[in-house]
């Protein structure tokens, strides 16, 4: 629509130069990002690495034993899902989503799942998608590329709306997870 408008308009050339600037653009922004996802996921290695994962997990068990049921604490899942949980609130999405990937899989080998998500896998979803960000790196990143001089004022802003998307996400995902564990044994 673009290429059709600017010919009838007689403006290819601001349409070229347009897509060469926004080129750079995401060129710039993509290693801006790319350094800030490298940093905190060599943060996140060193920290499973050193046994930090296993001090944070400790921290994070009595609430996650409540929202997964039935896990095996000093498995493979449970450690994955620390880790990612520990990203997403670090606010490294980007950096989150390989380790969201790995809870996925050790979850559906520990749970058995045979191609269909277990309450477990659900909640990892909705967890994730609520995306509680204590620090948000990601947007403080974008925003302090793009000129803002205070990149964390949307905080509070960040904080609110993420912890109203978690409570929701996971009061639903266990009262439907508790009617559908009902209706099975009945």
Request: proline share 3%.
């Amino acid at each position: 629509m673009s290429l059709i408008f600017s010919a009838v308009n007689g403006s290819a050339e601001r349409l070229s130069n347009t897509i060469l600037s926004a080129c750079e653009d995401a060129v710039k922004l993509t290693l801006t990002l790319l350094g800030t996802m490298a940093f905190w996921g060599g943060i996140m290695r060193v920290a499973e690495k050193s046994g930090l994962v296993r001090k944070i997990s400790a921290l994070f068990r009595p609430f996650l034993k409540v929202l997964f049921k039935g896990i095996n604490e000093s498995g493979e899942a449970f450690s994955a899902i620390v880790m990612n949980i520990t990203a997403n609130l670090m606010g490294l999405g980007n950096a989150a989503t390989p380790l969201g990937i790995k809870a996925m899989k050790a979850l559906a080998e520990e749970e058995h799942s045979k191609g269909t998500a277990t309450g477990n896998m659900i909640m990892l979803v909705v967890i994730n998608t609520a995306s509680l960000q204590l620090l948000p790196t990601t947007v403080a990143t974008l925003r302090l590329s793009h000129g803002s001089s205070a990149p964390l004022d949307v905080l509070p802003a960040i904080l609110f709306s993420a912890a109203c998307a978690l409570t929701v996400g996971v009061t639903l995902t266990l009262t439907i997870n508790g009617i559908s564990t009902r209706k099975g044994r009945g």
